[in-house]
C-alpha cells in the first residue's frame, strides 16, 4: 500500500496527463469511464485524508487550461461545469436539494449535445469574440474558427442588445463525422475516436481553413451577459429570445412540471438518441425561474439550479484476447475482436468488429492490448482504438491472414477495394453462411433453419447449396443431433412453406452481392419473375429505375455462372414460386429519389413523413447529400441541413411542397434554394 500523499500526487500526475491528451489534443488515450473513475479514486482519498485537498487538485477545477496556441481570453462570468446524476434516485436527491430552498420549480429539459463549450460575444449585434472554456476563467480565443461556422451569425438579427454573452456547444453531425473520418482514411490521416474529439479538433486549429472545411454546428443553451436587452424572467424565455436574434437554439427543449415527466423525458431520449444526426451524453435539467436560480446560486465548480443527467458511457475499456476472422456469405472476410465481456451501453460486449485489413492496420490492435470498445445504439459494436499506455512490452502486431483459414485457399482483395475476399465459392465457411442467409427471417424465412442446423446439414453432406434444402426427408433428418419427431416435423414444414415467399425475398436469398431487400424489391416489381431477372442483359438491368451499374453488373454477373443457374434449376424443381411480386400498395413515385426530412411537419411526425416516403419506394437518409433530391424543412429545421442543400443547390420544400412530391413524384416548380436570411 502506497502512502495516501504519493497515492494522490500518482492519481494527479495520471489524470493532468489524460486532461492534456483530452483537452489539448483532442485524442484521449483512455475512455471516459475510465478516466471518471481516477478522478473518483482521487477524490474518495481527498475525502479520507482532507489534508490532502488543494484548490488546484482535478477534484476541483473545470476543464484545463488552456493551450498556449491560442491566446488567452478571460470569461467575464466563469464557465462552470454541470454535476451529474446517474439514476432516479440520484435526480430526486438534487430535487430535494432544491426543494429545501425553492418549491414548485418548473424545469426545462435540454439536450446533452456532446461537444465543445464555446462562449461567443456580440457587440452591437456583431461577433466579436469567441472563446473556449479553458479552465472556466480563462479560456482559448478561437474567434476566426467560430466565424467559419455556418449556423453561427456574424450578424445578429432584428433589434440587437449592445452587449450579448451566449453559451453553446458547438458540436459535429454524426454524419459530417463519418464522412471526416473516410475522407481522413483515404488521406492516410489520423482518425478521430468520435464526434466530440473530432468537432474539439476540428474547431481548436491553429488554421480557420481547416476549420472551415470541416462541417462543424452550434447550439446556444445559455445566456453569459447582456446589456441592453429585454427583461427577461426565465430561459425559456430567454432561449426564445436567443432563437429570435437567429441565434441557433435546440428544437428540443420541453418544460416540465415534476421529476417524473424529467425522468420519462431521459428515458424517451435514451431510446431516440440516435435518432439525431448528433450525439447526446445526457439530458440537462434546468430550473427554467431566473429569479428561483440566483436564489439557489452556485458551488464552485457548477449551479445548484442544473443537473446533467447522463447516459451510460457508449465506450469502455476490456481486454482484447483475440482477433478473429469471418468469413461471410459473398466470401468477404471480415476481422473481428474477441474481447473480455464488458458492459458497454447496458449490454456486454464479447465481439467488436475491426471493419477490414485497412483498418486494423492503422488501429494497429493486438491481442492482449487493452481496447477502447465502442457501441452505439443498434450499431455492431467497434474497436476504436488501442491504450497505447498499457500494451506490454514486445506485444507482436497482428497479420491479416494470406489464406482463408476456413478452406486454405489465397484470399483476394480486389483492385480498389477495401475488402478481402476469399474467392472460393465451396469454402465450408460461405456454404454456411449462405445457408443460413438463405433461411433468415427477411430471406426465405425458414424457422428452425439457424446457424447449428446449417453446420449439422452441411457436415451430415445433406446438402450443398440452399437449392438441396427442398429435396431434404424425415429420413435426412432423423438422425441429426438435437432433431427429435416434432423438430423434424418442423422444419420440413417450415422448408415447404418457404416454396411461397415473393419473388423479392427470393431474390435477396439467393446472396447477389451488393443486392440488398430494397434493389431485390425493384428488380422483383421491375421484372416480375425470376426468370426474367435471369434473362436480362447487364443493360436491361442498369435501365431499372433504383438499380445503379453495381447492382446491375453483380446480378448479371451472378447468374452467368453455371453454378447459380443450377441452383436456380433446383428451386424451380423443387416448386419454389418465381413469380410472387407484392404490388406496391402506392405508386412508386420516388423510387431512386432521396428525400430528407428536417424540422416539425404538421401532418407527419418525423417517422410518418419517411414511411410516406419509402411507401412510395423513395429513401429517406439523415443527412444531405450532392444525392438528395429534396429537403423537406417543416418548423424549426435543422439550420447545418438547410446550409448543406443551400450549398449544394438541393430544393427545399415546405410541407405543401412535400405533399406535391408525395402525389406526384415531382419536385415543385420554382422549389426555392434555402434564402440567406434563413439561414
Ligand atoms: S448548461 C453552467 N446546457 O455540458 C451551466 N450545458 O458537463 C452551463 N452541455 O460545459 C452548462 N449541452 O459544454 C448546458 N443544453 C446544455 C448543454 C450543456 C451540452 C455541455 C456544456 C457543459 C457541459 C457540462
Redesign the pocket.
Known amino acids: 500500500m502506497e502512502e495516501p500523499a504519493a497515492d494522490a500526487a500518482r492519481l494527479r500526475a495520471e489524470i493532468a496527463h489524460h486532461d492534456r491528451r483530452y483537452h489539448q489534443l483532442d485524442d484521449p488515450e483512455i475512455a471516459d469511464a475510465e478516466y471518471d473513475a481516477l478522478v473518483r479514486r482521487l477524490r474518495a482519498l481527498e475525502q479520507a485524508h482532507p489534508e490532502l485537498t488543494s484548490t488546484d487538485s482535478p477534484t476541483q477545477r473545470?476543464?484545463s487550461a488552456p493551450s498556449a496556441l491560442f491566446a488567452p481570453v478571460e470569461h467575464t462570468v466563469p464557465?462552470?461545469?454541470?454535476d451529474?446524476a446517474f439514476s432516479f434516485e440520484e435526480l430526486q436527491a438534487w430535487g430535494e436539494r432544491l426543494g429545501r430552498r425553492v418549491s414548485g420549480a418548473s424545469f426545462l429539459c435540454?439536450?446533452?449535445?456532446?461537444?465543445?463549450?464555446v462562449a461567443i460575444v456580440y457587440e452591437k449585434g456583431r461577433l466579436v469574440r469567441a472563446a473556449t472554456?479553458g479552465d472556466g476563467t480563462t479560456g482559448e480565443d478561437v474567434t476566426a474558427n467560430v466565424r467559419t461556422i455556418a449556423t453561427v451569425p456574424e450578424r445578429l438579427a432584428g433589434d440587437a442588445p449592445a452587449l450579448l454573452e451566449v453559451?453553446g456547444?458547438v458540436y459535429m453531425p454524426v454524419s459530417a463525422f463519418e464522412a471526416l473520418n473516410r475522407r481522413q482514411a483515404e488521406s492516410g490521416g489520423r482518425l478521430f475516436a468520435n464526434p466530440r474529439n473530432s468537432a474539439s479538433g476540428s474547431l481548436r486549429q491553429k488554421d480557420a481553413a481547416i476549420t472551415a472545411s470541416r462541417e462543424l454546428s452550434l447550439?446556444v443553451?445559455?445566456l453569459g451577459a447582456m446589456e441592453g436587452g429585454p427583461a427577461l424572467r426565465t430561459h425559456s424565455e430567454t432561449l426564445d429570445y436567443l432563437a429570435t436574434l437567429g441565434l441557433p437554439v435546440?428544437p428540443e427543449i420541453r418544460s416540465v412540471h415534476s421529476l417524473e415527466e424529467v425522468y420519462e423525458r431521459c428515458g424517451w431520449w435514451l431510446e431516440h438518441r440516435h435518432d439525431l444526426d448528433y450525439e447526446?451524453d445526457g439530458v440537462?435539467v434546468?430550473v427554467d425561474d431566473l429569479a428561483v436560480r440566483a436564489e439557489l446560486g452556485?458551488t464552485s465548480k457548477?449551479?445548484r439550479w442544473?443537473i446533467?443527467y447522463k447516459y451510460p458511457p457508449e465506450e469502455q475499456q476490456t481486454t482484447l484476447n483475440n482477433i478473429e476472422v469471418n468469413i461471410g456469405r459473398t466470401g468477404r472476410v471480415t476481422p473481428f475482436a474477441v474481447l473480455e465481456p464488458v458492459v458497454v451501453a447496458g449490454s456486454t460486449v464479447s465481439l467488436a468488429t475491426l471493419h477490414n485489413e485497412d483498418q486494423l492496420a492503422m488501429k494497429d490492435v493486438r491481442p492482449g492490448d487493452t481496447v477502447i470498445v465502442r457501441k452505439a445504439g443498434d450499431v455492431i459494436p467497434e474497436v476504436v482504438k488501442p491504450v497505447l499506455s498499457e500494451r506490454p512490452p514486445g506485444l507482436p502486431t497482428w497479420h491479416f491472414p494470406r489464406d482463408c483459414p476456413r478452406c486454405g485457399q489465397p484470399l483476394q482483395r480486389l483492385e480498389g477495394e477495401s475488402d478481402t475476399f476469399c474467392m472460393n465459392v465451396d469454402c465450408p465457411a460461405q456454404r454456411r453462411a449462405r445457408i443460413e442467409h438463405f433461411a433468415s427471417r427477411g430471406a426465405m424465412d425458414i424457422e428452425g433453419l439457424g446457424e447449428r442446423t446449417a453446420i449439422l446439414l452441411l457436415d451430415r453432406g445433406l446438402v450443398a447449396d440452399p437449392g438441396d434444402l427442398y429435396r431434404l426427408t424425415a429420413a435426412d433428418l432423423a438422425g441429426l443431433d438435437g432433431f427429435a419427431e416434432v423438430s423434424v416435423r418442423n422444419l420440413l414444414a417450415a422448408i415447404d412453406a418457404s416454396r411461397n415467399r415473393p419473388l423479392a425475398n427470393l431474390l435477396f436469398a439467393l446472396n447477389i452481392r451488393h443486392l440488398g431487400p430494397a434493389g431485390a424489391q425493384v428488380l422483383a416489381r421491375a421484372f416480375g419473375s425470376l426468370d426474367a431477372v435471369v434473362a436480362a442483359t447487364e443493360e436491361e438491368l442498369a435501365a431499372t429505375v433504383g438499380v445503379g451499374p453495381v447492382i446491375a453488373g453483380s446480378v448479371a454477373g451472378f447468374f452467368s455462372l453455371d453454378r447459380n443457374r443450377e441452383v436456380v434449376d433446383k428451386l424451380r424443381a423443387a416448386g419454389v414460386d418465381f413469380g410472387r411480386v407484392e404490388a406496391p400498395t402506392l405508386p412508386q413515385v420516388l423510387a431512386g429519389r432521396s428525400i430528407v426530412v428536417t424540422g416539425t411537419l404538421e401532418a407527419y411526425p418525423r417517422e410518418a413523413a419517411e414511411e410516406a416516403i419509402k411507401a412510395r419506394g423513395g429513401k429517406a437518409p439523415g443527412s444531405v447529400s450532392s444525392r438528395t433530391t429534396a429537403l423537406v424543412a417543416g418548423a424549426d429545421p435543422g439550420q447545418a441541413k438547410l446550409a448543406k442543400a443551400l450549398d449544394l443547390g438541393v430544393p427545399v420544400l415546405d410541407e405543401a411542397g412535400f405533399v406535391h412530391l408525395l402525389e406526384t413524384g415531382e419536385v415543385p416548380a420554382g422549389a426555392p434554394a434555402t434564402p440567406a436570411a434563413d439561414r
Open positions: 473545470v476543464g464557465m462552470m461545469s454541470l451529474n435540454e439536450l446533452k449535445v456532446d461537444g465543445v463549450a472554456r453559451r456547444e447550439f443553451y445559455q435546440n447526446i440537462v434546468k452556485a457548477a449551479p442544473a446533467a
